[in-house]
């Protein structure tokens, strides 16, 4: 029988997540050993990785998505369990040194936050949550602008973000409004709904979209979802929206700094969400047929660029599928060698995929062998924008166990960054990730594909927390278009910069993408 270092109740407490015991001791190997780091080969450029489509060939690929999407092909899949808490953090940090509530913004000069700070109130009319603001806060006897005239920040603050206001703090990042227009007001959920309209509804009028949500802002969205889709469906377009929750066993076990289970003050194991590599699950358990995946942050006012390049690259994606089912239709014992030849020149040049050099010359048996396997993968297209020093992960050739390259998004924290040669790779990546992506789940029989079998399970995040004031290590599944694709047939588009608009923080808001 094999032995676990967890008791009767820890183990009580794993089968209530539906974690099974070897996963958690897994786990602690883990920390142990640590994550292997990505071994960047180089970076994915223009030409070699990156493909840029032609202006001619746009309007074709949109015809061909438009297609996809009348026939009912396509669902929009969204990851919108950030809370909002983030996007207002410089603000937090700057309310959590000033004391009073009469504090102002010019006795934070001293401050880092003093310029965000500073930004904040003196825009304030410019955010799309300016009228419920000044709203909120007349119905508790106050006027925002002798506040803002006074730079008395903290009344605004609480207001802002307390539960005696408008309670922002406490809500999920994707009903905050966002923009504001003549006539209407959307929060991310509300862009997402309107933007898939243009490059998801089907002949029948219908736009599906899933939405992922933390347990604790369901409510919130579901109540949000019901007032929106109201708003925005006519006869033209029905919505049908589903949200889902991180799976609980999806969540990792957190250890120590001595690699031992970390403990609640209870004494009970300390579970956490596993990042947004847990969503994987969610998305494998949706049998969808093509997904389209976007962050809920990144929408802009003015999508009609973003909405274009995402229709081609569905359009792109479709073909591909076509022209990949193709060849696995013919490899077969008769399949002659020129055949053979065109089919491994598609895998080399359109789907950047190295084949064993063993292969050269090998019987056709092999090659045969070699291509079922690699054309019978899920597919994805990822839109690339131009790098302009934004934060994040980018497109990069790794190599992998076998020495091969493989075409790979990887984030900063995958990399050795005290190895000088994988700095410089990662510090010479020409383009950034976006989180624009198209996936084609069914293979050529209409069946789903068992997404987990394509993830890499060794390329996870090792964090740094703490809780209770105790250091901990918080252990993330691979990232949902890191290691959680790390096996799928992978091609980079570039696209436009202007498709590229998340918000990381409220100021963020002030970007021209985000005013009308």
């Given amino acids: 029988m094999t032995s676990y270092p967890f008791s009767e109740r820890d183990l009580a407490q794993l089968r209530r997540r539906g974690i099974p015991p070897e996963r958690a001791v897994a786990w602690l190997e883990t920390f142990a050993a640590g994550v292997p780091h990505a071994a960047l080969d180089r970076p994915c450029t223009r030409g070699d990785g990156i493909m840029v489509?032609?202006?001619?060939?746009?309007?074709?690929?949109?015809?061909?998505?438009?297609?996809?999407?009348q026939a009912g092909r396509f669902l929009k899949f969204v990851p919108a369990s950030g809370a909002a808490t983030r996007m207002f953090q410089p603000l937090l940090a700057a309310g959590n040194h000033a004391a009073g509530a009469e504090a102002t913004v010019d006795g934070l000069r001293d401050r880092p936050e003093y310029p965000a700070l500073r930004e904040f109130m003196a825009s304030i009319e410019r955010f799309a949550f300016h009228p419920e603001l000044t709203a909120a806060l007349e119905r508790q006897g106050r006027r925002l602008q002798p506040l803002?005239?006074?730079?008395?920040f903290r009344e605004v603050l609480d207001c802002l973000l307390g539960v005696e206001g408008l309670?922002?703090?406490?809500?999920?990042?994707?009903?905050?409004?966002?923009?504001?227009?003549?006539?209407?007001?959307?929060?991310?959920?509300?862009?997402?709904?309107?933007?898939?309209?243009?490059?998801?509804?089907d002949r029948s009028g219908t736009v599906r979209v899933h939405f992922t949500v933390s347990a604790e802002h369901r409510t919130a969205v579901e109540r949000h979802l019901a007032e929106v889709c109201r708003r925005y469906e006519g006869n033209d377009a029905r919505y049908d929206v589903t949200l889902s929750e991180q799976r609980p066993d999806t969540d990792t076990l957190a250890a120590g700094l001595d690699n031992r289970p970390f403990r609640q003050r209870d004494g009970s194991l300390s579970l956490r969400p596993g990042g947004h590599g847990a969503l994987l699950a969610n998305l494998n358990d949706l049998k969808a047929d093509v997904v389209f995946i976007q962050n809920i942050d990144n929408v802009a006012v003015r999508a009609g660029a973003a909405i274009r390049y995402r229709k081609a690259l569905a359009g792109y994606l479709v073909e591909l599928q076509a022209r990949l089912f193709e060849y696995l239709d013919g490899l077969h014992p008769g399949a002659t060698p020129s055949f053979l030849e065109e089919a491994l020149h598609f895998v080399r040049v359109t789907l950047s995929v190295v084949p064993p050099e063993d292969l050269t010359g090998a019987p056709a048996a092999d090659r045969i062998r070699f291509l079922q396997k690699t054309l019978d993968r899920p597919l994805r297209v990822c839109g690339m924008v131009p790098s302009t020093g934004e934060p994040g992960g980018g497109p990069f050739w790794v190599r992998g166990a076998g020495g091969n390259p493989s075409l790979q998004i990887v984030e900063s924290a995958q990399v050795d960054m005290a190895q000088a040669r994988q700095r410089d790779i990662f510090a010479s990546s020409t383009h950034f990730n976006p989180v624009d992506l198209v996936c084609s789940v069914r293979d050529r029989s209409g069946t789903c594909f068992d997404l987990m079998r394509f993830s890499d399970p060794e390329s996870g995040f090792i964090s740094i927390k703490s809780a209770d004031g105790r250091k901990l290590k918080a252990l993330e599944h691979p990232g949902l278009w890191n290691g959680g694709m790390a096996d799928w047939n992978t091609v980079f588009v570039e696209v436009p910069q202007e498709t590229c608009t998340p918000v990381k923080t409220v100021l963020d808001l002030l970007r021209k993408e985000h005013q009308l």
């Fill in 53 to 69: 489509i032609d202006e001619g060939d746009l309007d074709r690929l949109c015809r061909r998505s438009n297609e996809a999407a």
């Fill in 148 to 152: 803002r005239d006074a730079g008395r």
């Fill in 167 to 201: 309670g922002y703090g406490e809500l999920p990042k994707a009903v905050i409004p966002f923009h504001r227009y003549p006539n209407d007001c959307r929060t991310p959920i509300a862009e997402h709904l309107v933007q898939a309209r243009a490059h998801v509804r």
